[in-house]
């Protein structure tokens, strides 16, 4: 009886239809990532508790472009190699791993980025907050009113403590007789600002909350990055079989 000649494909513990199907399954996976990554990175950019204008971290700011770009790149090469599976196009497979393999670098970059400079969010936001706080209210209106949103939701006064507005440029020449905004009142009300007793404003400086919620966003794009870190090493490995099967069977199709 003459026997069936077996299908190349499907022979070997790690067939090419196996390695397909795990391959296929880690780049829809790499889709959703790439997604969450996005998202993630969105989230952190366009979070209203910081405001954007106020240009509070330069690291989260860093990191956060970072997170984005990278979330895109993964998105739109996760569509690419899944045609590319589909299609057993050995080329779009390997240029899939590389690009993973690319994109690794980036995020490893970005974990350690975040992770290491959360112990710099106070030395940048001292540079840089009271700089804003100082030079800027009450002469351009749209920081002017992300520092009274700024106080008024971290319950706080001034960047690192409420004497700062007294060498402000606000206070040198404002005409009104207030000694800190009025959005550093407990209870806001019009020219509430000209008592400073701890009983009417609020004495801590806005740095203190804003720090802690940058450091919160940095230990989220690390945490992320480094969950698809893991997923994607795994995508490489397979990705890597698949080009050497798919090389191998075009050589000795039999």
């Given amino acids: 009886m003459e026997s069936v000649p077996k ?3 499907a022979s070997g513990c790690c067939s090419i ?6 391959l296929f399954f880690f780049t829809i996976l790499s889709l959703g990532l790439g997604g969450f990554l996005l998202a993630t990175g969105l989230w952190s950019l366009l979070d209203p508790n910081i405001p954007l204008d106020l240009q509070a971290s330069p690291s989260l700011a860093l990191a956060t472009f970072a997170i984005i770009s990278t979330g895109a790149t993964l998105v739109f090469v996760g569509f690419l190699a899944c045609i590319g599976v589909i299609k057993e196009v050995k080329v779009a497979v390997c240029i899939y791993a590389i690009f ?6 980036t995020e490893v970059w970005v974990a350690l980025f975040a992770y290491l400079h959360e112990d710099k969010v106070y030395e940048e936001l001292s540079s840089t907050l009271n700089k804003t706080f100082m030079e800027t209210y009450g002469f351009d209106e749209q920081r002017t009113e992300s520092i ?24 040198r020449h404002s005409r009104l007789n207030n ?29 203190h909350g804003l720090e802690k919620l940058i450091t919160e966003h940095l230990t989220v794009l690390a945490a992320v990055t480094f969950g698809v870190f893991l997923v994607q090493i ?15 069977l075009k050589e000795n199709p039999y």
Avoid: M
């Fill in 179 to 207: 000694t800190v905004p009025d959005s550093c009142c407990k209870s806001e009300t019009p020219f509430c600002g000209i008592r400073d007793h701890p009983s009417n404003i609020y004495y801590d400086g806005c740095i």
């Fill in 234 to 248: 795994l995508a490489i490995l397979f990705s890597i079989c698949l080009f050497v099967k798919l090389k191998k």
């Fill in 148 to 171: 009274d949103n700024l106080q008024r939701q971290f319950k706080c006064c001034g960047a690192a403590r409420y004497e700062d507005w007294v060498h402000s440029l606000w206070a």
């Fill in 7 to 9: 299908d190349p494909k």
């Fill in 17 to 22: 239809s196996f390695l397909k199907c795990i």
């Fill in 100 to 105: 993973l393999a690319a994109l690794l670098i």
